[in-house]
């Protein structure tokens, strides 16, 4: 990996140490910019656009900034665990607590970024009402994104849930079903590939955008602005005080980026600062 770019002495001191069962090593802790070079990791999409315009302004700042796209949920966490990149900006709260408790990782929450909101979509029905009876309606499999959906499709009035479960719900907490809805749980990444097949879908606003919706315009129900689902940066804890992360906010969260959001996305992504 880029991380290390190491003297070939250093390299035989370091194969000596695990030879002989030393924990040293594998117990430092290295600063993401060590090799002034910062890997981040991304999901294809508007992630992907805005860390573009944010390389361009590290580099006014003389921060080089290297983009790793992910085209799916579980990777990014993965490859920031194993060192193969610095930090990730991606994902929601609920998603990045659920995802590293289930897999024991050891990364922190660094600062947030921007909001998606996930939105109703169908080809041929233009409001949630129309929906018929016995409709098939598709959302995401994963726990965090799956219960997201369900909060969504209560909101637009096709259910209701239990009370007591909130962000944490499943289809087994559906207590009134409106429509005799047949809801469809698919992997997040191909819901808006399968739309077809389906009668409506909750999609998560990134791989809508993909597909070549305009969530603003093409949702038939879309989350409120105030949806409590706000991405963020994820780094290792043992980086979280990395002086680089505060510049890098800096610079993610300021006017120029906020406006590009505004002007690019025309409200399917939202700023969160």
């Not at 559906?174 to 077809?196: H, P, T, V």
């Not at 606003?205 to 989350?223: L, Q, R, W, Y």
Request: glycine share 6%.
């Amino acid at each position: 990996m880029k991380k290390w770019l190491l003297t070939g002495t250093f390299l035989l001191s370091l194969t000596g140490l695990a030879a002989c069962g030393s924990d040293e090593a594998s117990n430092s802790t290295e600063g993401l910019y060590d090799d002034e070079e910062l890997v981040i990791g991304v999901t294809a999409g508007p992630h992907e656009q805005i860390l573009e315009k944010v390389i361009e302004l590290a580099k006014e700042e003389d921060i080089n900034i290297k983009p790793q796209v992910f085209t799916d949920y579980v990777m990014p966490n993965v490859a920031l665990a194993e060192k193969e990149i610095d930090l990730n900006i991606f994902q929601t709260e609920p998603y990045f607590n659920a995802f590293k408790e289930d897999r024991n990782l050891d990364l922190v929450k660094s600062f947030d970024t921007v909001s998606f909101p996930m939105g109703i979509y169908a080809l041929d029905v233009k409001d949630v009402a129309e929906l018929k009876d016995g409709a098939k309606i598709g959302l995401p499999s994963d726990p965090t994104n799956s219960g997201r959906a369900l909060l969504l499709f209560e909101k637009a009035g096709l259910i209701e849930l239990d009370p007591e479960t909130g962000i944490n719900s499943t289809v087994r907490d559906i207590e009134k079903n409106n429509g005799n809805y047949e809801f469809i749980e698919l992997d997040s990444a191909q819901i808006a590939r399968q739309l077809e097949e389906l009668d409506a879908a909750a999609i998560n606003t990134n791989f809508a955008i993909e597909a070549g919706f305009v969530p603003s315009k093409d949702a038939i129900f879309i989350e409120p602005k105030d949806s409590p689902y706000v991405n963020h940066a994820a780094v290792r804890t043992e980086n979280k005080d990395d002086e680089i992360l505060e510049k890098l906010a800096e610079i993610y969260r300021s006017e120029e980026i906020e406006k590009f959001v505004e002007e690019e996305f025309d409200g399917s992504v939202i700023v969160s600062w």
